[in-house]
């Protein structure tokens, strides 16, 4: 179990710079799962990797009377999944903000909501119900950032922990380090292709009907 202590001092082993303190690096490997997570170039066809099965979660919004939209829930990252009605009939999510725009230009239908889409994290909908209505959302949230010595990465699988958050922070920091330097940056070649290798291996270990739908 690779623990946020554990994945600090295997950072720190490897750059040994001080200059570069716990905070400093903690930040960095944060910043490593929140990529991950929010979805990076992908090595395998698709334009962003996918979302992380263990970040997958069920929460519901309230509609209002008088307007077309509400916010997502809290820590929504990523993903808008599926989406029913408190009689559970399952509402339609739109392909695009276009075309929602373009089948509902005023956004002022009134009645049952029969259609949906995530933009810009608020979910609209079309019609607007005359009595406030409870959805159901299927999507994939934020991580939870590690704070504490003995936390672990939120979603992230134990087999991957090291390779990728560690050759993450480690591309990071010397790609300072080498910033300006006139020969080759080696170690930010050497931890980025490593990081980007576990990366690739992640990603085909993630099953398919888990990913995401950016082909």
Excluded: W
Aim: aromatic share 10%; glycine share 8%.
């Amino acid at each position: 179990m690779a623990t946020l202590e554990v994945l600090r001092d295997l950072v720190s082993t490897i750059i040994q710079d001080t200059s570069f303190t716990d905070a400093v690096i903690d930040g960095y490997i944060n910043d490593g799962v929140t990529e991950i997570a929010h979805g990076m170039e992908s090595s395998l066809g698709r334009v962003v990797t996918p979302p992380l099965p263990a970040l997958f979660t069920i929460g519901t919004v309230a509609t209002v009377t008088d307007a077309a939209y509400v916010s997502m829930p809290d820590g929504f990252q990523r993903d808008l999944r599926f989406v029913a009605r408190s009689d559970g009939i399952e509402v339609d999510i739109a392909n695009s903000m276009i075309q929602f725009s373009m089948d509902y230009p005023l956004m002022d239908g009134s009645g049952d909501v029969v259609d949906t889409i995530e933009y810009g994290g608020n979910l609209y909908y079309q019609g607007i119900p005359v009595v406030a209505e409870t959805l159901t959302l299927h999507y994939f949230k934020a991580p939870t950032e590690m704070e504490d010595d003995d936390d672990e990465p939120d979603g992230i699988p134990i087999a991957f922990q090291k390779k990728l958050l560690v050759n993450y922070a480690c591309k990071e920091i010397y790609g300072l380090i080498e910033d300006g330097i006139e020969r080759q940056p080696i170690n930010t070649i050497k931890f980025t292709g490593l990081f980007l290798s576990a990366l690739k291996a992640f990603e085909l270990s993630i099953p398919y009907d888990a990913r995401s739908l950016n082909l």
